[in-house]
């Protein structure tokens, strides 16, 4: 088979609910030379049925079903890898995109070799999207000024992490694949750190907010170290030190200021879900 320029990879559990509509948006792309790589992470419901119905209609799309749930970190390291393209994307089961978002940042990319990733404005499910506030932040400016500019917006950095991507740089990432508390925004830094990263002012990605990553107890859902309990965020603190480690000194001190007041934020909300649960009102999700 030919190596097509986009892989897209779809890392996916049980997402019956919203799978046809994300799959739907996908293959309409105006941008045609692509491969979608799904990975059933062992579902229950009939994520099977509807991907094998897809595969069979678009040859474009490689289904696999894992024998047993590997874990979401593993699923979405398993998709890239599978990846043969030059440029990769994450595509969760239950965000849709405009037909033009791979081709918009596609020509992107193609023609600003400076750039490691690029996307897309993107807002969330639950309104219009005429009613949309879209988020449109870029990490497109010197190093430091990336790595500031992503803790200013690290709490919707959502469309970030979904960029259409070179795939040799992604794959460079030592971190995917391992479950932790802001795994995502540790790729993010990681890319930041390796160029820049475009935000197109066309096209548009709509996220599904049902998933983990985006309910209140997210901070407690990727929780796997005792210290955690109190400093929530403290492999993305470790691993945001050492990334900058060799930065000029004024400029570390701004990004751990900054680190330090997300930390800050973190903390309250750890301590409101604590004081909830302490008197009966536990949070959905």
């Not at 990769?88 to 600003?112: G, H, I, Q």
């Not at 506030?133 to 979904?162: K, P």
Request: with cysteine.
């Amino acid at each position: 088979m030919s190596i097509p320029n986009v892989s897209i990879g779809m890392p996916v559990y049980n997402g019956e609910k919203y799978l046809r509509n994300a799959l739907d948006s996908l293959l309409s792309q105006t941008f045609v030379d692509f491969e979608l790589i799904i990975s059933d992470n062992a579902s229950t419901d009939s994520t099977e049925a509807i991907c094998r119905e897809y595969a069979v209609r678009d040859q474009r799309i490689s289904y696999v079903r894992q024998p047993t749930n590997i874990g979401a970190a593993s699923n979405f390291k398993f998709v890239l890898d599978e990846a043969r393209g030059e440029y990769f994307m994450w595509a969760a089961c239950d965000d849709t995109r405009s037909p033009d978002f791979v081709e918009r940042n596609y020509k992107f990319l193609s023609e600003n070799p400076e750039y490691v990733a690029s996307t897309s404005p993107n807002g969330f499910e639950g309104r219009s999207l005429d009613k949309q506030y879209l988020v449109d932040f870029a990490l497109d400016g010197e190093i430091f000024e990336r790595f500031i500019r992503f803790f200013d917006y690290c709490w919707v950095s959502h469309g970030i992490f979904y960029s259409l991507v070179r795939t040799n740089v992604l794959q460079g990432c030592e971190y995917i694949g391992k479950s932790f508390t802001a795994a995502d925004w540790a790729i993010i830094l990681y890319l930041a750190k390796q160029g820049r990263l475009n935000r197109s002012k066309e096209g548009w990605t709509i996220f599904g907010t049902k998933g983990i990553s985006s309910g209140p107890n997210a901070l407690n859902a990727f929780r796997n170290i005792p210290i955690e309990r109190v400093l929530p965020l403290f492999r993305i603190t470790k691993i945001t030190l050492d990334l900058i480690k060799h930065f000029p000194a004024r400029h570390r001190g701004s990004i751990i200021f900054a680190l330090g007041k997300v930390n800050c934020r973190a903390a309250r909300i750890q301590l409101t879900l604590v004081l909830r649960k302490c008197f009966g009102l536990v949070m959905p999700g």
